[in-house]
């Protein structure tokens, strides 16, 4: 009866988490307790904002004429304790950039964290995992990643990434897009101008770029790409 009970049990936890009605943490475990981590900078003429977070999801989102970078997160737990040590600081440095991080104590905690910058910021992310959203920014994008779906859409000025695991989405920029990934599929659309990818493994799809598509290495996995008003430079298999 009693094994009876805790499979129950078990499985109840299993349709909670699959359904959207639990949140889980990095290795898995319930999220038992939760608690808002947020955070404003004023702007006072700083070029851009940096980003370093650790677990737990990213939304960036541009917003045009804004005059502070808000950051609003949610921290997620397996215990009280952890939940204690997930940390977000937000603050001006001397070398004119704002500084968002967030700091976990490991696989049973989270931050999640959403932030809106005003749009003609430059953008720099440094994340180790979860998935990635960053949108509507008129300067340029840097992003390195760990692991963790990365998608970028609306972005006026040049896109850079490097990834080590994880699909990457790009879509709608004005300016050049350098991809460097390990493993993972790669969809670029929309760029203005240039596309130049290196990668170790997963299929690349693009199309409709107004410059050049130039795959400079590629270990596995097919290419696929149309619609380039350039040249085309793909290595043969």
């Not at 696989?107 to 964290?113: I, V």
């Amino acid at each position: 009866m009693k094994k009876r009970m805790l499979l129950a049990a078990a499985a109840l936890v299993a349709m909670a988490a699959l359904s959207g009605c639990m949140t889980v943490t990095v290795d898995g475990q319930p999220c038992r307790v939760t608690e808002e981590r947020n955070a404003i900078v004023e702007l006072k003429g700083e070029e851009g904002v940096n980003v370093q977070v650790e677990a737990g999801s990213l939304r960036v989102d541009g917003r045009p004429g804004a005059q502070e970078v808000r950051v609003t997160g949610t921290a997620c737990a397996g215990s009280r304790a952890d939940l204690d040590r997930i940390q977000l600081t937000a603050e001006r440095s001397s070398d004119g950039w704002i500084r968002v991080q967030s700091q976990t104590p490991g696989g049973n905690a989270t931050l999640d964290l959403i932030l809106e910058v005003p749009s003609d910021l430059k953008v720099m992310i440094r994340d180790e995992s979860g998935s990635m959203l960053v949108r509507r920014l008129n300067r340029s994008l840097e992003i390195y990643d760990n692991s963790g779906d990365i998608e970028v859409y609306d972005v006026t000025g040049d896109v850079a990434i490097e990834d080590n695991s994880g699909t990457i989405t790009v879509e709608k920029t004005g300016g050049n897009v350098e991809i460097r990934d390990d493993s993972g599929d790669i969809e670029v659309r929309t760029v203005s101008k240039n596309v130049t990818v290196r990668d170790s493994s997963g299929d690349i799809d693009v199309s409709d770029v107004g410059g050049n598509f130039t795959v400079a290495s590629d270990g596995s996995g097919s290419v696929h790409h149309s619609s380039i008003r350039g040249t085309v430079s793909v290595p043969r298999k």
